[in-house]
Each structure stands twice: as structure tokens, then as C-alpha cells.
Nanobody, 127 residues
Framework: EVQLVESGGGLVQAGGSLRLSCAAS????????IGWFRQAPGKEREGVSC????????YHANSVKGRFTISSDNAANTVYLQMNSLKPEDTAVYYC????????????????????WGQGTQVTVSS
């Protein structure tokens, strides 16, 4: 059974940093595409970042470029989202999403609807 376990959320002041982790287990093979999306109350779901294990390619939404960095530790099947210069508008529940296998790739528009999802972790940025 595929499991995605997120950690690292919390409360931080504007301008601060947090690092989210997503540990994946229960899948077969070595290749995956893992990303993050967020959901804030009253707002549409927003894809944030994605990384592909096979070639290390990564993608970030324009809203977080230059502030967030996604990385992967393939040996640990864990993906990290380093979030710097956080803003109050970054406040949301952040979900990890994954796709596995040799065909795995980061989705167009960072739309993770067809991916496995984690349970989410709350990130709150105070002004």
C-alpha cells in the first residue's frame, strides 16, 4: 500500500522559513514524480512544486519561484520543500502528491489530481 507521510508544517512569522518533508513507501520500482500542492480556505487548490527522480528535473509555480525549492533524496524516498521568505498568503494545508513508475512525470500545470496524496500538513504564516 502506497503511503505518503508529510511533516514539517507549523506556525512561522512572515519572512521566516520552513522545510516540509514527504516520505514515500509501499511502491515498487525506483522512479517517481513527487510534488506539493496547497489548499487554503476559500481558495482554489494550487500546485506548488514537483520533482522527477529519474532526471532530477523540478518545477515551481510562479507564485513561489525564488522562494521555494524542491529536492529529493532518492535513497530515502523522501522529497523536501524548502520554503523561504514566507508570506501570509502562503498559509494553507500543504499536501504531498506522488506518481510512481518509469512513466512518472511532473504533471502539466502542476495538477496532481491523478496522483496519490498524503494527509496534508498545516502551514500558517503570521504577519
Amino acid at each position: 500500500e502506497v503511503q505518503l507521510v508529510e511533516s514539517g508544517g507549523g506556525l512561522v512569522q512572515a519572512g521566516g522559513s520552513l522545510r516540509l518533508s514527504c516520505a514515500a513507501s509501499g511502491f515498487t520500482g525506483d522512479e517517481y514524480a513527487i510534488g506539493w500542492f496547497r489548499q487554503a480556505p476559500g481558495k482554489e487548490r494550487e500546485g506548488v512544486s514537483c520533482v522527477r527522480s529519474s532526471d532530477g528535473s523540478s518545477y515551481h509555480a510562479n507564485s513561489v519561484k525564488g522562494r521555494f525549492t524542491i529536492s529529493s533524496d532518492n535513497a530515502a524516498n523522501t522529497v523536501y520543500l524548502q520554503m523561504n521568505s514566507l508570506k501570509p498568503e502562503d498559509t494553507a494545508v500543504y499536501y504531498c502528491a506522488a506518481q510512481f513508475g518509469i512513466q512518472s512525470h511532473c504533471p502539466r500545470g502542476l495538477n496532481f489530481n491523478s496522483f496519490y496524496w498524503g494527509q496534508g500538513t498545516q502551514v500558517t504564516v503570521s504577519s
